[in-house]
């Protein structure tokens, strides 16, 4: 049987997240000190310190959360693993932990895509949700019919959309007469995983030019194929497609079990991740990584 280390993506994030390993922990401070030099800025000092307004803005809190996993990875002395899989901006941390992509070309990387997703749509024209107590198939297909997309499907139960405010308004109503117990608004900056981030597509395949992806030391799974996908330019182009298209998480995990894993271990700040993959299967058992 085997483990493998997964990574989580927006909302994880809180005010404070690695401050005490950056004052502790040498190999943690590398790491943020190299996020720091490869923006040229103290975004550390964001991520420590906060406010929350500044750390939640998409340009800030996707190189932090990947920032905040990465140093509390490398400074828990554990091995590369045999799998790897992480939650939307997850999957750059985890191509990161797997030696795919360098650290400072991921934090360039993160903060180009925050920034392209905000330019895409404007703070205040998009909106995401989370929906609970529908399948998956039954959102979606309201989503279509609304002109909004289905943006993650997290675990039974739980889906995400996202897309123009009033498609997302209109859809919320739709939902909740189709039955759905709950359809919160997320606090996030811009709409993610949607068809309104068209525009972010043209501007990170032209990031993605500047770097250089090498093959995964871990056998990574994709949040677009949910299977192991190994080639440099396969990867480039699935973290390109997921700009406009749904993280499919439920079922990466159902296919984690096709691959004999039994063990996961979520690193970075939160567990979400812990409770999707819980909700989705019990044959796989979860771990939070406490240093």
Known sequence: MSTIYVFPGQGAQIVGMGAELYKNNSVARAVFDEVDDALGERLSNIIFNGPMEELTLTKNVQPAIMATSVAMFRASGLPVPEFVAGHSLGEYTALCVAGAISLPDAARLLRARGNAMQTSVPVGMGLTSVVLGLDADAVKKICADCGCDMANDNCPGQVVISGLKDAVETATEKLKEAGARRVLPLA???PVHCR??????EIMRQEFEKVKIDTPKSKWISNKTCTVIENPDEIKESLIYQL???VRWRESVLEMLNFGIDKAIEIGPGNVLSGLIGRTTDKIITE???I
């Open 288 to 290: 939070k990584l406490e």
């Open 188 to 190: 996030l900056s811009a």
């Open 196 to 201: 309104a981030q068209e525009k972010s597509v």
């Open 244 to 246: 406009t298209h749904g």
